[in-house]
Every structure is written in C-alpha cells, then in structure tokens.
T-cell receptor, first 115, second 114 residues
Framework: DAGVTQSPTHLIKTRGQQVTLRCSPK?????VSWYQQALGQGPQFIFQ???????QRGNFPDRFSGHQFPNYSSELNVNALLLGDSALYLC??????????????FGEGSWLTVV | QKEVEQNSGPLSVPEGAIASLNCTYS??????FFWYRQYSGKSPELIMF????GDKEDGRFTAQLNKASQYVSLLIRDSQPSDSATYLC??????????????FGAGTRLAVHP
C-alpha cells in the first residue's frame, strides 16, 4: 500500500518562473492538503482539495493555485516565483469522513529553491 | 499573537533524562492536538494526538492537555540521542469543517546529548 507520494523531490527555479508540484494521496484517501514550510518554521497551510474543489485556503496569494484530479491526486502551481517561495512543500492526505488525527499522512515533500 | 506557540529551543537534555516540550494555542475552540517529530531534511512524522483533557501515554511519550489553560505538552522519558529532532505542535480548529486543516507551531528543537 503506497503512502503519500510527491514529485519532484528537489528542484531549482529562477525568479519569475512557474512551478508545478505533484502529489498522490494514500490509497483510500480523498482529501489533499498542501503546506509550505520555510526554513526554521512550522508548516503553513496553503489550501485543501476535496471532490476536485478547493475547500479551504490559507493566507497565500493567488499566485498559488491548485487542482485535484478524479483519481484524487493533486497539483500545486506557483506562478511568478519569488525568492521567498523557497521552501519545503508538503502534501498531506486524509479522508473527508475521518476526523481522527492519526489518518493525516504527509509525503516526503518537494524542496523548492528559487534563485 | 500567533495561533500556536512553541519555544524554539534548542532544548538540551542528557541521555536518559525526561524532555518536556510545551505548546500554547489561541483558539479556545480547538478540538484536536498533535505532536509531530521532524528530522532535519525530512517530513513531519506523527508521534501522538490527544483530544481529551489529561494525559495520554504511548511508550516513552506522554501527551498532556489542559484546555482551560490552552496548553498542551509532550514528555519524552528516557531520552535517546535518536530523539534529537524538531518537535512540532499542531492544532485542528473548531471550524475545520471536517477537512483536517492543521495549524502548526514553529517547532522546538530538541538535542539529546550522550
């Protein structure tokens, strides 16, 4: 049973470029959340997708957008990259109907460096 | 005021001692509380979660919750060098709408020295 998988694991982009990060949730999960973790900080909630719609959004600009596909996988897109977007991007999967904390699983993350 | 606050540390304890990690939160309606361990360069790993006031024990770990004081802690008994990591406190708010949104603190760095 595969856990949460993310790709790519590391990438370097130039300011102003656009990036797409991908996430496949754990089998049986239907909800995907994205978090940004800057160095020395805790993860910050970006947004959450369920049934292919954005359900909740954190305090992030519109440059951050996402998508969820019918197979529950998800993409995070960031446009017009800034140096401050350099961070570890974490995908978390869970089940909409399950509120227990032990059903939230994180992927290994995608390290984004903007130069 | 930050929603979830933790002392950044580092908290340095000798091997075999008890490490005590603390966290306060601002949303009085918060319902669920989580402790994650994060090794350098890795993603967070869930250690424990707690919903009810009081203590919850799992092996060497004990989580303590006091909703009246809006305070949650993690005790690690018989600390080992392998426990050296950053410990993240996370809270799920009252208005998550069932979508499991977590609010994290900045983490406390724990260093266990032999």
């Amino acid at each position: 049973d595969a856990g949460v998988t993310q790709s790519p694991t590391h990438l370097i982009k130039t300011r102003g470029q656009q990036v797409t990060l991908r996430c496949s949730p754990k089998s049986g999960h239907d909800t995907v959340s994205w978090y940004q973790q800057a160095l020395g900080q805790g993860p910050q909630f970006i947004f959450q997708y369920y049934e292919e719609e954005e359900r909740q959004r954190g305090n992030f600009p519109d440059r951050f957008s996402g998508h969820q596909f019918p197979n529950y996988s998800s993409e995070l897109n960031v446009n017009a990259l800034l140096l401050g977007d350099s961070a570890l991007y974490l995908c978390a999967s869970s089940s909409r109907g399950e509120l227990s904390g032990n059903t939230i699983y994180f992927g290994e993350g995608s390290w984004l460096t903007v130069v | 005021q930050k929603e979830v606050e933790q002392n950044s540390g580092p908290l340095s304890v000798p091997e075999g001692a008890i490490a005590s990690l603390n966290c306060t939160y601002s949303d009085r309606g918060s319902q669920s509380f989580f402790w994650y361990r994060q090794y350098s360069g890795k993603s967070p790993e869930l250690i424990m979660f707690i919903y009810s006031n009081g203590d919850k024990e799992d092996g060497r770990f004990t989580a303590q919750l006091n909703k009246a004081s809006q305070y949650v802690s993690l005790l690690i008994r018989d600390s080992q060098p392998s426990d050296s990591a950053t410990y993240l406190c996370a809270v799920r708010g009252e208005f998550s709408g069932g979508y499991n949104k977590l609010i994290f603190g900045a983490g406390t760095r724990l260093a266990v020295h032999p």
